[in-house]
């Protein structure tokens, strides 16, 4: 269940997360409410890059066609400080990807050559009216390629890509297929290796996300480097970037080009019980690298070199094996090798870390309570301050960039919008430079979201929201949102799959519960569901939603559905037994049904094991105590059971045994499923399709 996100109180406590004030939300409801097909063909913004001057940003928005649900994408250049200048398309890169600008200012890009042509490195001159010049073809790669990082001077490219450990380039001829066999389509796995499958994909074996460098020049590259070093007996084996779902952030170069980092962690049968990520400094002279962080037996990752080329920050973890753990700062001296914890009092888990351009300080984000502020922190002192960068709750802040005037662009995006590009002064309210979807979004239905506390389990604080239609005074059915992780969140921000503004614009009132076990208060606050997944986590929700009834009336008690996915989902699957006589119908996505086959089939099994204690025989107890199939004599709501059939985190056989079970109890229910899905819905057709059934089921039961 990879993630998806104190005190004492007696007395609720409301706070308005401010609408975006416009004089149309002032007036009477004139606009239709936002729908799926609304959601799904909205334009989305990719993050954005900028020049090395800090002048120009470069930024993608991928737009569905509501219709023949067709992909569009397309690429838009911006001045930064240049007032009212509006973004401008450039064209003649439809077929690009994995935009970045060199010192020199040019942009490189992969694109293919031809169709049906593995992507090549491109360099082109652009304009500042979004023309492209001559495109100079850099590369002659003969396979796909994952992505690529320009070093600091332009000089060398790191270019990732799946690739035989035995190979020295990625236009490796070596036969780098392990299983094809002269008889037969079978895969044959030997148990000391690492992940026969995850997430979603059946693993290849002896094929690994691996990083060449190469030396550029206007010929093309050369003298290819494995950063992973040799293949000897003692090498590293493993994916870089981190798989399923790492990326450029795994992967830096030191600030004088000579150097990479990149995180990997050893692939061996401990791998699918190991969350034992390293930082490794390659010196790309065809040596072994250096594991920096090698007496960190957890989680170290966001290698980040400061622009002064004195320092490497990170993130590291202090427990191996737990995926939540708290990420702390830490501080690697690029010439003594020393590494140094940072604000070690903060008890926050950062999200993303970026240096000041003085190099005296880092931006980093962190969730806090419901939101994902940006906060600063001096190298110095470590000291933490907040940044206020939006009027009103910061809700989700992310992808900074430190310009080098100091300014700071970033994106910010909310359950009332989806992302937008912003540029801050002197940590200053960030001013809106974008409008990729915001004057869209404001035309239809306003919505208003306001935050409670009150008395959870144990007497905590636990916080939640209710979010609904602004301006419509009739009587709103409830869901109740269960998010999944379980250490996780629903805090303020815009989702593309869970998104509270498209089901409260069908009349509902949606109530979510950052439930005990959830991030953004501290550590011991998202330790304390370990071995209690039913326990405080359910008594939390049901105070939760009795709060949000009892302080709006105009919630309707009486029609109320409960949903969720992966942990949510075993949530829906445990209300079924332990709180049968509440709701009218739950939707249940991708939930655990069998802790004990789920334990056997799930493929990172370090997950189950930290938080049941052990292994199944380990921990039987624990496992069995919070098992939903011990209680399905108790089954009585109707139920929508949604699962892919590509889910190797919760297997689609956990949705059929729950639907196994409603159907020999004569229970009303349905069953989704997904051929072409993981644990996700991606596809823009199957989005429609997942929110037009659950809206049809949630009307079936809510709405007479």
Known sequence: MKKLLLGLSALPMITPIIAAATPAQAQPVTTAPMTAQDLISLPRAGAPIVSPDGQRVLYTTRTVDPESFETTTSLWLLPVNSGRAKPVTVTGLEKASS?????????????????????????????????????????????????????????????????????DDVNCTADDSATDDKIGSGRLYDASEGFVRHWDRWKKPGIFSRVFTYDVSDSGLSDPQAADGPADAEALIGDTPIQPFGGAEDIAWAQDSQSLFFTARQSDRMEPRSTNLDIYRASLN???????????????????PSPDGKWLAYAAMERPNYEADRLGL?????????????????????????????????????????DQPAFRVEIATGKVEQLDLIDGDEAHISNITSLPDGDLLFTQDSMQHSAEIYLSHDDGIGKRLTDIAYSQIEDFAPITTERFTFAGAGGDTVSGWITKLADSDAKMPAILYVHGGPQGSFYDSWSTRWNARTVASQGYAVVAID???????????????????????????????????????QIDG???????????????????????????????????????????????????????????????????????????????????????????????????????????????????????????????????????????????????
């Open 99 to 167: 935009f970045a600008f060199g010192p020199d200012g040019d942009l490189y890009y992969l694109a293919p050559k031809a169709e049906d042509e593995p992507p090549q490195l491109w360099k082109a001159p652009l304009s500042a009216s979004g023309l492209v010049g001559k495109a100079r073809q850099l590369s002659t790669f003969t396979r796909d390629i994952g992505g690529f990082k320009l070093s600091p001077d332009g000089k060398k490219v790191a270019v990732w890509a799946e690739v035989a450990r035995d190979c």
């Open 286 to 304: 065809g040596t072994a690298p250096t594991n920096i962080t090698a007496d960190n037996a957890a989680t170290d990752t966001l290698p980040t």
């Open 330 to 370: 830490r501080l690697y001296d690029m010439a003594s090798g020393e590494i140094f914890s940072l604000a070690q009092d903060w008890d926050r888990s950062v999200g993303s870390i970026t240096w000041s351009s003085d190099a005296k300080s880092l931006i980093v984000t962190a969730v806090d309570e419901l």
């Open 515 to 553: 439930f005990h076990g959830s991030t953004g208060y501290g550590q011991d606050f998202t330790d304390s569901i370990n071995r209690d997944w039913g326990g405080k986590p359910l008594e939390d929700l049901q105070k939760g939603l009795a709060t949000a009834l009892k302080r709006d009336p």
């Open 558 to 704: 009486s029609r109320a559905c409960a949903m969720g996915a992966s942990y949510g989902g075993f949530m829906m699957n445990w209300i079924e037994g332990q709180w049968p006589d509440r709701f009218n119908c739950l939707v249940q996505h991708d939930g655990l049904f069998d802790m004990r086959s789920f334990y056997y089939t799930t493929e990172e099994s370090w997950f189950p094991r930290w938080d049941f204690g052990g292994s199944y025989e380990d921990a039987k107890v624990t496992y069995e105590r919070w098992n939903p199939v011990n209680h399905v004599d108790k089954w009585k709501t109707p139920m929508l059971v949604i699962t892919g059939e590509k889910d190797f985190r919760v297997p689609y056989s956990q949705a059929l045994g729950a639907f196994t079970a409603l159907q020999e109890r004569d229970i009303p229910a349905k069953l989704l499923v997904f051929p072409d899905e993981n644990h996700w819905v991606l596809n823009p057709e199957n989005s429609l399709q997942w929110h037009e059934t659950v809206f049809d089921w949630l009307d079936q039961w809510l709405k007479p």
